[in-house]
């Protein structure tokens, strides 16, 4: 008698392979049988008169009418308050040599670019000036900067 030309270890192999496949088949039956109804009034959800989404739809007698006029889509604007171009700082630094230094705001504390060839008199560090600001490339400059006496 000869012997089979299986071994064992082919053998094990092809008996998990085909265990896996039964388990396999039997899983997916199981979803199959369980399987939710995917209606489209099992998606929709509501939101109540607080703003909790429910499952359950508003009750159409305690239904508010609302006006449509009365209702904001944006932020209501604030009054117009002219703003003065013209603001005042001190020189906190300033090369003559590069002709550029920069000024801090008294309102904003903000250090603003300032060169020489936006001013209309000769400033030093410590000075108090008056100045426009305008947006440069890099940042706001002071424009028309002068000295206040």
Same mark, same amino acid.
């Given at each position: 008698m000869s012997r089979s030309q299986e071994s064992f270890f082919k053998k094990e192999v092809r008996n998990k392979k085909e265990k896996k496949r039964k388990e396999k088949e039997k899983k997916r039956l199981a979803r199959k049988e369980n399987q939710k109804s995917n209606s489209l +009034? +099992?998606?929709?959800?509501?939101? +109540?008169?607080?703003?909790?989404? =429910?499952d =359950? *739809? *508003? +009750? *159409?007698?305690s239904k508010e009418d609302i006006n449509v006029e009365d209702i904001q889509v944006s932020v209501p604007r604030g009054p117009n308050l002219e703003v003065d171009p013209i603001h005042k700082g001190t020189v906190t630094y300033f090369n003559s040599s590069k002709g550029f230094g920069f000024i801090t705001d008294q309102l904003t504390k903000e250090s603003i670019f300032v060169h020489v060839n936006n001013t209309l008199e000769e400033i030093r560090e410590g000075n108090q000036v008056s100045f426009e600001v305008e947006k440069g490339q890099k940042g706001l400059v002071a424009v028309q900067v002068k000295v206040v006496r």
């Open positions: +009034d +099992d998606m929709i959800a509501y939101v +109540d008169e607080h703003g909790n989404i =429910t =359950t *739809p *508003p +009750d *159409p007698k």
